[in-house]
């Protein structure tokens, strides 16, 4: 996997049952540590090996999904699935005539598309998440 490198941490990415997970891998302590992302609790998680680093997350993911269901209350959904671009009128005016041109019936189909095609770069399991820990490469 693919790490990238901020200051003293490296940095990757899971993707699990729609939540993520931001790894922060500390070399000095042998320590990696996660939380979930784009969620209102501060949910973590560590592991000591990379190998560790899925089991864990699943394990977050699903004890924050049943302490939720305990507590009555539906977990929150991490992203609405809403994204918003501001773009200049003259590419907007460019994607709407491609739109068109490929018969895609509307520019939220073309943003979808081009969307999946970038984050399948990272995720090429993306139609797995919702039973499998995903790593970005």
């Excluded at 997970?21 to 000591?48: E, Q, S, V, W, Y």
């Excluded at 507590?71 to 671009?85: D, H, K, T, V």
Aim: proline content about 7%; aromatic content about 6%; hydrophobic content about 45%.
């Amino acid at each position: 996997k693919r790490l990238t490198r901020t200051g003293i941490f490296a940095v990757a990415a899971l993707l699990y049952k729609g939540f993520t997970a931001t790894l922060d891998i500390i070399p000095d302590g042998n320590i990696i540590l996660g939380r979930l992302d784009g969620i209102p609790d501060t949910i973590t998680f560590a592991a000591k090996t990379p190998a560790q680093v899925p089991i864990q997350f699943g394990h977050a993911v699903d004890e924050y999904l049943e302490s939720c269901k305990k507590m009555g209350r539906a977990p929150p959904r991490p992203y609405s699935g809403n994204i918003q671009l501001r773009v200049s009128p003259a590419l907007h005016a460019a994607v709407a005539h491609v739109v068109r041109l490929e018969g895609l019936g509307s520019i939220q189909s073309l943003g979808e598309a081009l969307l999946q095609t970038a984050v399948k770069k990272h995720f090429p399991d993306l139609g797995n998440a919702s039973t499998e820990v995903i790593w970005a490469e």
